[in-house]
């Protein structure tokens, strides 16, 4: 039995106005919301996934079309120096530096980084257009590029073949920081026509081989390594 909620006489169950104010009959145990719109989609929308060729695509036409541009406008407009070789270099560089990253992901990380040394190297050498001498380029800039692409080709291999700890990758780096900054001045001094004495590499051998010794130490100390990893936290 129920009552009506305005003037409250009893209403029949059949009734589905009251006969007396013609006020709707509501049965709060059976109102349905089949009729009402539900404030999100049922159906989840989802963007496309962008794969890595159609990236890969724009970047490369994005870098072919700035390197193009520049050369023309070299070549046409602004022909005093050779100076679109610059951007041409640097487009370059970020094609090579991106191969791993859109083009082939499967590429081992030693080619990546010779290709990235290579890359670096082709670029000093557009450099050489403008400049009076090339001496600097075999000599110097070379040479170092060289020593450099090494290093990093040797430290990814430490890394994945020997160990990847921290107290490990900081003695490889500190080992490589050494022997990059004796070959750096060496060649300087090769380039200058100079005796081949060490002066400020000396120093930073020192430092390095300090530090390589405390590394050394705590690496080769089961407890000295754990206590270091607990209380700086890695």
């Known amino acids: 039995m129920s009552y009506c909620v305005n003037c409250g006489v009893k209403l029949d169950d059949t009734l589905e106005r009251c006969p007396l104010c013609n006020t ?3 049965n709060p145990n059976e109102i349905t919301y ?19 060729k159609d990236v890969a695509i724009l970047y490369s036409l994005v870098l072919i079309a700035a ?14 120096s050779a100076w679109s070789l610059y ?11 991106a191969i791993p990253v859109f083009i082939y992901t499967e590429l081992p990380i030693y080619v990546s980084l010779l290709f990235d040394g290579l890359s670096i190297g082709l670029y000093e050498y557009l450099i050489t257009f403008n400049t ?35 107290l490990a990758s900081a003695l490889y780096v500190f080992s490589e920081i050494a022997v990059l900054c004796i070959s750096i001045e060496l ?15 000396a120093v930073v051998l020192t430092a ?21 990893r607990r209380r700086l936290h890695f």
């Open 208 to 228: 390095c081989a300090i530090i390589i010794v405390a590394l050394i130490t705590m690496l080769s100390r089961k407890r000295l390594r754990g206590a270091v």
């Open 24 to 26: 709707p009959v509501i």
């Open 34 to 52: 089949t009729h009402s719109v539900p404030p999100f989609p049922k159906e989840n929308g989802q963007v496309e996934t962008v794969k890595n």
């Open 87 to 97: 951007v041409i270099g640097i487009c370059i560089i970020l094609w090579v530096v």
């Open 132 to 166: 009076p001498s090339s001496r600097w380029f075999y000599q110097l800039a070379l040479p170092i590029t060289a020593v450099v692409t090494v290093l990093a080709i040797l430290l990814a291999a430490l890394c994945r073949k020997v160990s990847s700890s921290f």
């Open 67 to 80: 390197g193009a541009a520049c050369g023309l406008l070299n070549l046409l407009v602004f022909n005093s």
């Open 187 to 201: 060649l300087i001094r090769r380039f200058l026509s100079r005796p081949f004495l060490l002066t400020w590499s």
